[in-house]
Antibody, heavy 117, light 110 residues
Framework: EVQLVESGGGLVQPGGSLRLSCTVSGFTSSTYWMCWVRQAPGKGLEWVANINQDGSEKHYGDSVKGRFTISRDNAKNSLYLQMDSLRDEDTAVYYC??????????WGQGTLVTVSS | QSALTQPASVSGSPGQSMTVSCTGTSSDIGLYDRVSWYQQHPGKGPKLMIYEVSKRPSGVSSRFSGSKSGNTASLTISGLQAEDEADYYCFSFTSTSSHYVFGTGTKVTV
């Protein structure tokens, strides 16, 4: 069974940092692109970033470029999102997902990040 | 890159067919056959319903179909059922620096 489990969410002050993790099982993660998608409370979905199989290619949404860093450790079947210089508007549920055929075909349950003083 | 444009809400009766539109530009929907659709029930994570414009993942009902014409993609739900009531989002690859873009979302009411 395919599973993606996010962790690391929580409350952080504006300007602070947080690192999200996503542990996958049920498939060979090293053969897939992976991505992060977020959803602010009561709002729509927003694509955040993705990374290729060996971590050599990364892309970011305009709103997080220069502040967030996506990475992966295939030996640990894990995906990460380092979030720096956090803003109120970064408050959202963050989902990790498998990026396949230019779509997100498997999703985690999400982890809530709240940026507030 | 602005979000793809979807109607805020669409409603229909059980058994009817319904189409949700998703309008983009010549930099995204009009340029690539890389459009997907997601269903999201309240409090739940998204679920992939359609990928590459019209392909259905294993396990997704054949009542869901996708198409594209020019800069507009469409999701059609035939034989509407109560369980289809949810939010639906389109998603496309884009040639701009944004790389990918979601639609604004449509609330489907049955």
């Amino acid at each position: 069974e395919v599973q993606l489990v996010e962790s690391g969410g929580g409350l952080v002050q504006p300007g602070g940092s947080l690192r999200l993790s996503c542990t996958v099982s049920g498939f060979t993660s090293s053969t897939y692109w992976m991505c992060w998608v977020r959803q602010a409370p009561g709002k729509g979905l927003e694509w955040v970033a993705n990374i290729n199989q060996d971590g050599s290619e990364k892309h970011y949404g305009d709103s997080v470029k220069g502040r967030f860093t996506i990475s992966r450790d295939n030996a640990k079947n894990s995906l990460y999102l380092q979030m720096d210089s956090l803003r109120d508007e970064d408050t959202a549920v963050y989902y990790c997902a498998r990026d396949n055929h230019w779509s997100a075909d498997q999703w985690g349950q999400g982890t809530l990040v709240t940026v507030s003083s | 890159q602005s979000a793809l444009t979807q109607p805020a809400s669409v409603s229909g009766s059980p058994g009817q067919s319904m189409t949700v539109s998703c309008t983009g530009t010549s930099s995204d929907i009009g340029l690539y056959d890389r459009v997907s659709w997601y269903q999201q029930h309240p409090g739940k994570g998204p679920k992939l319903m359609i990928y590459e414009v019209s392909k259905r993942p294993s396990g997704v009902s054949s009542r869901f179909s996708g198409s594209k014409s020019g800069n507009t993609a469409s999701l059609t739900i035939s034989g509407l059922q109560a369980e289809d009531e949810a939010d639906y989002y389109c998603f496309s690859f884009t040639s701009t620096s944004s790389h990918y873009v979601f639609g604004t979302g449509t609330k489907v009411t049955v």
